[in-house]
């Protein structure tokens, strides 16, 4: 613990050599335009992978990055987000090497978590079809990651939160992006959605102040 607070201590020391304003500024505000909702992993930390300083980025991070519509937590976070810090970004970022993923694979039980992972294994069940034609098993997994991603990014621009920006008028896209912890490179998976009509009619909202 002593050498955590010393490490603390050398780097603001050189965040003030750099900039001796950084602080007294990032204790004014935060304004970042982008929020992140990635895996908890330990080896993803979205400002470092970004090279991004504290104060640009607002981050949400669970077990395999998941979006899950009765998840108040990751709600509020995004309301927060949306609403009070206005971005005009949300990124939901997987990785390749998730544990979650690869447990939901598994046909163990685990404890508490199974639970969780059971969103996982509803992605992996919608796709097995296509999964299942994939021989080699990282392969497959890295494709599980993927398709994850682009679930919750869907999830994400179907809450109720996204779409009231969308009717106020407010530009709000929602990105699906990977992490190769292999060589520390982002991909975006060509996914974006940007207005109601790309979420499918069922989900569609009319009205201000759907909660």
Request: proline content about 3%; glycine content about 8%.
């Amino acid at each position: 613990m002593d050498d955590l607070f010393a490490r603390n201590r050398a780097w603001a020391e050189r965040m003030r050599a750099r900039d001796p304003e950084f602080f007294s500024r990032l204790a004014r505000q935060q304004a970042p335009r982008l929020l992140w909702i990635g895996c908890a992993d330990s080896r993803v930390p979205a400002n470092q992978l970004l090279d991004l300083d504290p104060g640009t980025v607002f981050v949400h991070r669970n077990i395999a990055n998941l979006v899950v519509h009765t998840d108040i937590n990751m709600l509020s976070v995004l309301q927060f987000a949306v609403e009070a810090l206005q971005v005009e970004h949300v990124v939901v970022c997987g990785h390749y090497g998730c544990g979650g993923v690869r447990a939901a694979m598994a046909d163990r039980q685990l404890g508490l978590i199974d639970n969780w992972l059971r969103h996982i294994k509803d992605v992996y069940d919608q796709h097995g079809a296509e999964l299942a034609e994939i021989a080699d098993p990282g392969r497959r997994e890295d494709r599980l990651v993927e398709l994850n991603v682009l679930h919750q990014t869907l999830h994400v621009a179907r809450s109720t939160v996204v779409q009231n920006a969308w009717a106020r008028g407010r530009r709000l896209e929602v990105h699906g992006w990977v992490y190769s912890i292999a060589d520390g490179l982002l991909r975006d998976l060509g996914y974006r959605v940007r207005r109601p009509e790309e979420i499918g009619a069922v989900y569609r909202m009319v009205g201000e102040g759907i909660t």
